[in-house]
């Protein structure tokens, strides 16, 4: 599963791809970053009429019985079964959001494998965003408060599909897709959920 992706140009996304629309920009002084699992990043979410570019901690929580002993919940960082009734209630315009993403990663071999769309345009990834959660990520910090995030995912094309046959993120390449996942209804929403076209991503060397 991907769990690291890089965010270089959110604010250059966002000013390219909603310039007709209102949109503020909460994240302050954001600059380009690798991203981990519970760490914060740059989401785009419903903003009354507009969008807002804001910051959300990657994890969405995780069902109680994957919860640990002592009351831990790490978070989902990808998600794919949107049967699940644990999902469902997360589905609707209110709760969905596009993550920038300038490339992500795959493990592969103990090191990890960098993708990129192919014409370097904007990219999304599909994803589910809750606000204001209250639960205990890290047992040092106890309890906190915070805007959760994770993103969907789906079968490989053919490119991740060499190193990694079980899944790939979502991505949304085109302005009807990001407006269709931001607007549609539920049935129309989840048609998204699919691999880009084969020979749509390009593999990096020299990432890390």
Excluded at 54 to 64: K, N, T, V
Excluded at 130 to 140: A, C, E, F, P
């Amino acid at each position: 599963m991907c769990n690291l992706f890089n965010q270089t140009t959110a604010k250059e996304a966002m000013r390219r791809v909603f310039s007709d629309l209102p949109w503020q920009d909460l994240t302050g002084n954001l600059g380009p970053a690798d991203i981990y699992p519970d760490r914060p990043a740059a989401i785009v979410r419903a903003d009354g009429p507009g969008m807002a570019l804001a910051m959300a901690r990657w994890g969405l929580p995780s069902p109680p019985q994957f919860h640990g002993k002592s009351g831990i919940d790490r978070g989902v960082t990808n998600v794919r079964n949107l049967g699940s009734p644990h999902w469902r209630r997360w589905l609707d315009p209110a709760h969905r959001c596009l993550v920038p993403l300038d490339r992500f990663a795959e493990p592969a071999g103990g090191t990890n494998v960098w993708f990129a769309p192919r014409n370097g345009d904007p990219a999304f990834l599909a994803g589910l965003h809750v606000r204001g959660w209250t639960s205990i990520r890290k047992l040092r910090d106890g309890e906190t408060t915070d805007d959760l995030f994770a993103f969907l995912t789906c079968p490989p094309n053919a490119e991740v599909g060499a190193v990694h046959p079980k899944a790939m993120p979502v991505i949304l390449s085109a302005p009807d897709e990001w407006a269709q996942w931001m607007l549609a209804p539920w049935p129309e929403a989840r048609k998204l959920q699919r691999p880009l076209a084969d020979g749509s991503l390009v593999r990096l060397e020299g990432t890390g």
